[in-house]
């Protein structure tokens, strides 16, 4: 099992330009979640999606858009980038509902904005 | 307003000793905690949980204490080991709510040997 895999890893965008993020699971999970991380702030959620075609506004969803089309993938999509958005993007995704409430993570993408 | 606080930045141990990390949490709805850590260019992976409904869990050399009526929790790694030096981060949850999880800042945890 790959886990949850992120692709682009790195990525450098200038102000202005689109790009999507995705987000793939292959442990059949029924939540998936975008968090970003920037130097003090710890992990803050973008969006979320409790399960194949919903998403839901997470603490700072301004400036992305998400869907989740297919169970095992989320993307993350930036139509307009700003520096605001230079950060660390990390997916998780979660069986939901369960007794350990515990979300896996992907390696993360590393987004400037220039 | 920060619900989840881990208010020291950093914390340097020996190996072999004892690392306590601490978090603290506003919201008393909160009725799970988990920890995670974190290396550098990597994902955050799960280490440790605790239910409300208990006051301590171990798993190995990590053990989660959490004080409902001070809404404290900490995180004691004992020995400390220089793989454990990473970033640590705690998180709460409301069961039954939104599945959402709200993390603190984290903390850096460096083992000297």
């Known amino acids: 099992n790959a886990g949850v895999t992120q692709t682009p890893k790195f990525r450098v965008l200038k102000t202005g330009q689109s790009m999507t993020l995705l987000c793939a699971q292959d442990m059949n999970h029924e939540y998936m979640y975008w968090y970003r991380q920037d130097p003090g702030m710890g992990l803050r959620l973008i969006h979320y999606?409790?399960?194949?075609?919903?998403?839901a506004k997470g603490e700072v969803p301004d400036g992305y858009n998400v869907s989740r089309l297919k169970k095992q993938n989320f993307l993350l999509g930036l139509e307009s980038a700003a520096p605001s958005q230079t950060s660390v993007y990390f997916c998780a995704s979660s069986y939901g509902r369960t007794a350990t409430y515990e979300q896996y993570f992907g390696p993360g993408t590393r987004l400037t904005v220039t | 307003d920060q619900q989840v606080k881990q208010n020291s930045p950093s914390l340097s141990v020996q190996e072999g000793r004892i690392s306590i990390l601490n978090c603290d949490y506003t919201?008393?709805?909160?009725?799970?905690f988990l920890w995670y850590k974190k290396y550098p260019a990597e994902g955050p992976t799960f280490l440790i949980s605790i239910s409300s409904i208990k006051d301590k869990n171990e798993d190995g050399r990590f053990t989660v204490f959490l004080n409902k009526s001070a809404k404290h929790l900490s995180l004691h790694i004992v020995p400390s080991q220089p793989g454990d030096s990473a970033v640590y981060f705690c998180a709460a949850i409301i069961q039954g709510g939104s599945e959402k999880l709200v993390f603190g800042k984290g903390m850096k945890l460096t083992v000297n040997p």
């Open positions: 919201n008393s709805m909160f009725d799970y």
């Open positions: 999606s409790v399960g194949e075609g919903t998403t």
